[in-house]
């Protein structure tokens, strides 16, 4: 079955030092994949997605994410991490008629 | 007004009440969604609606009954609901089925 995995439940980092987050996904030759975040309360915002061309994608908010086929996954990164990163964030991958949503990373930042 | 909005952004209802979530895009998309958020879970999809006919339902119990009148707009009805019913409901739209997802801000949903 299809599926997204995001190993980290929770981490967290202080301000100004570099991030990454894990994603893996389980289908596809070619997925579509994307990273969404999500504040409290909140719907979720998109950040960035990759469907095709180069493997590194950029993004909104200074984030980057890197798709390796042959490790299966699509890391979401940030060189140097705000207070106001400080959120929910969720790794997806496209099926047919729908996407699949890892669990969620909860990203704390201390200052 | 732009983006996908929800109405309302909470709510609160008794197990026996009837209420109703709406969604509403204005991206000119062609699928809509309905999802649950609980906390401590993962995200929930329940139902998918493309070209405003029900592609995908989740298993979702009887109480919730989604609606899609036009591509625009996506209703939840609420009946009888159960206090683990309590949640964060999330809309989305997509251009088609599989596709980029753009989110509303969400009705938070408290069932007592």
């Known amino acids: 079955a299809q599926s997204v995995t995001q190993p980290d439940i929770h981490i967290t980092v202080s301000e100004g030092a570099s991030l990454e987050l894990r994603c893996n996904y389980s289908y596809g030759a070619t997925p579509y994949l994307f990273w969404y975040v999500q504040s409290p309360g909140q719907g979720l915002q998109l950040l960035l997605k990759?469907?095709?061309?180069?493997?590194l994608v950029q993004g909104i908010k200074g984030f980057e994410a890197e798709f390796k086929r042959s490790q299966s996954s699509f890391n979401l990164r940030k060189p140097s991490v705000h207070w106001s990163d400080a959120a929910e964030y969720f790794c997806?991958?496209?099926?047919?008629?729908?996407?699949?949503f890892g669990t969620g990373t909860r990203l704390t930042v201390i200052p | 007004e732009t983006g996908v909005t929800q109405t309302p952004r909470h709510l609160v209802m008794g197990m026996t009440n009837k209420k109703s979530l709406k969604c509403e895009q204005h991206l000119g998309h062609n699928a809509m969604y309905w999802y649950k958020q609980s906390a401590k879970k993962p995200l929930e999809l329940m139902f998918v609606y493309s070209l405003e006919e029900r592609v995908e339902n989740n298993s979702v119990p009887s109480r919730f009954s989604p609606e899609c009148p036009n591509s625009s707009h996506l209703f939840l009805h609420l009946h009888t609901l159960q206090p683990e019913d309590s949640a964060l409901y999330l809309c989305a739209s997509s251009l088609q089925g599989g596709e980029t997802q753009y989110f509303g801000p969400g009705t938070r949903l408290l069932v007592l």
């Open positions: 997806a991958e496209a099926g047919a008629n729908n996407l699949f």
């Open positions: 990759y469907f095709s061309g180069d493997t």
